[in-house]
């Protein structure tokens, strides 16, 4: 925890040391569970590591993360002690280069880690994967995504309205954390596709700026239904336009069946899109072309004036996850674009 000492005595009730914490600025604006002695033991008995060990440096702050203070903000978070092996891959992701946790926590643009998470251990701590899985209701996604969002507060100093300039900012960096709905997939899950064996657990961090509902109720065929997310991926503003990365797509089961039952094999999904999700050249301000796209991502005008603009450089960089209940909604999640997903084994 930042400046303070290893314990904080606090005298009262729970409201008592809600306003203390809230006057130190160690939480997120929400009430918190006291992290006690007996409770942080009970977690750093899950932990499998000992308290002390380092599972990565935080920016801005650049402060060391111990599996203790993980524990501390798990607990205040309203976490149970089964999480912590997946708390403790999700920040071992964020820590790798690749991810940007720095400029993560130092940006005006609205992201936040969005932790997905696939294989048993989902189902064996409760992740919601299916109905709403993105939204409030469910213990292990909010309080997963929510201790994270604690450790970048306490440990990494990321405030907002301090090192977290987001100008707006976004609900998702409360909490943003889901399990793919491996049962309802047509497809292979996404760890797989990554080269982990299935019956592996795995966490991957993303740099997400908030959801795009795709509700297309009416298309009776696959290629319908791809006009609709290709649309999507290609709107003016996304960073994904500006700089690239790996956009997600969050597709629900009765679309990926209509894509599946189409022929669609999940890199099908993902090579039709990398062709049919390009914006006109013409579309863009010569301002943005010229101060922004030329200079972000000049290999796109290497050989002249491009017709269009992808948002992704490859048919692999599109991230496609099946998530979500009954219903024909799709969601489309932009990302930071200068950063990269990472993928860690949940031990």
Not at 66 to 72: D, H, I, S
Not at 303 to 324: F, N, Q, S, T, Y
């Amino acid at each position: 925890m930042r400046n303070i000492e290893d314990q904080v005595q606090v005298e009262g009730t729970e409201e008592t040391v809600y306003e203390y914490f809230l006057s130190k600025g160690w939480t997120d604006g929400l009430p918190v569970i006291p992290p006690t002695i007996e409770r942080v033991e009970a977690f750093l008995a899950q932990a499998k590591v000992a308290s002390g060990d380092i599972l990565g440096v935080i920016p801005p702050q650049w402060a060391e993360l111990t599996v203790e203070k993980l524990a501390v903000n798990a607990i205040m978070a309203g976490c149970k002690p089964e999480y912590m092996p997946v708390l403790a891959a999700a920040i071992k992701g964020m820590c790798d280069p690749a991810f940007n946790l720095y400029g993560v926590q130092a940006t005006t643009n609205p992201v936040g880690p969005m932790l997905a998470v696939n294989g048993p251990v989902a189902k064996r701590i409760g992740l919601k994967a299916d109905t709403g899985a993105l939204g409030p209701g469910w213990r292990a996604n909010v309080t997963l995504g929510r201790a994270i969002r604690l450790v970048l507060i306490n440990v990494g100093g990321g405030t907002p309205g301090d090192m977290d300039r987001a100008t707006q900012g976004m609900p998702g960096k409360l909490f943003f954390c889901l399990a793919e709905n491996e049962e309802a997939s047509p497809w292979e899950p996404f760890h797989v596709e990554k080269g982990y064996p299935a019956d592996t657990s795995t966490v991957t961090v993303i740099g997400a700026s908030g959801s795009l509902n795709l509700i297309d109720q009416g298309s009776l065929d696959a290629e319908g239904l791809l006009k609709t997310f290709a649309s999507a991926l290609s709107v003016i503003g996304t960073n994904n336009i500006y700089f690239g990365g790996d956009p997600v797509l969050l597709i629900s089961p009765e679309h990926a069946d209509t894509l599946s039952k189409g022929g669609f094999k999940k890199r099908d999904v993902k090579e039709h899109l990398f062709n049919s999700a390009c914006t006109p050249i013409e579309h863009f301000s010569q301002d943005n072309v010229e101060r922004v796209l030329m200079k972000r991502r000049p290999h796109l005008f290497e050989k002249g004036m491009p017709g269009c603009i992808r948002p992704i450089d490859e048919a692999d960089d599109l991230i496609v996850l099946v998530v979500g209940g009954p219903g024909k909604h799709s969601a489309f999640v932009p990302t930071f674009g200068v950063n990269r997903s990472v993928t860690r084994i949940i031990s």
